[in-house]
């Protein structure tokens, strides 16, 4: 079977300007891929792990049963691995399937999402306040209303998360109380 140099060429080249385009972020993750070493690799899924291990310092737990694989080490690592041959993904779609592995992939700090909730709740309750001086429709006020209490029960707290966080209601006065008491 001849090979076509050209699209081999042309494969280098993309696969070179996505590594370039995808920075990896720092430290070490662990990420679920499928488990499946290339058709062209001679030798069991222990092999493909130990070679796998040796070439890219990753660690890969396979589970036969389910046909997937745990990828351990450092996102770079797991990020070359990842766009190498060796895995065998010829459009990846890294942003989509493994955002942890990018620098440019921020988790949020849990106090830190809390804090920024309360502070759009309280510009959601001064929007409100505007618009209900404004003279707007009853009916919309109402909306607003209703939205603001499903976004905080259920959405962000739940009724006792609420009231021990001391949430206001939308007048800005009142607190939310546990209605499962």
């Known amino acids: 079977m001849p090979v076509n140099i050209t ?4 494969d280098m080249r993309l696969k070179r300007e996505l590594e370039e385009a995808l920075k990896a972020g720092k430290g070490k993750v662990s990420v679920i891929v499928k488990s499946e070493p290339p058709d062209d690799f001679r030798g069991d899924e222990k092999a493909y792990s130990k070679a796998m291990k040796k070439l890219y310092k990753i660690t890969i737990k396979s589970n036969p049963r389910t046909g997937i694989s745990q990828v351990s080490g450092e996102k770079s690592n797991i990020l070359k691995y990842l766009l190498s041959y ?3 993904i010829r459009d990846p ?4 399937f493994w955002p942890e592995l990018l620098e440019s992939y921020e988790e949020l700090d849990e106090k830190w999402n809390e804090n920024l909730s309360k ?3 309280a510009e959601y309750r001064i929007a409100y306040k505007t618009l209900k001086k404004s003279g707007i429709d009853k009916r919309f006020v109402k909306q607003m209303e209703k939205f603001y209490d499903d976004l905080v029960i259920g959405g962000m707290y739940s009724s006792r998360a609420a009231e021990d966080a001391g949430i206001l209601k939308i007048d800005g006065k009142t607190k939310y109380k546990n209605a499962n008491w």
């Open 93 to 96: 779609d890294i942003e989509k």
């Open 7 to 10: 699209a081999a060429l042309r």
């Open 119 to 121: 502070a759009g709740l």
């Open 86 to 88: 060796d895995y065998g």
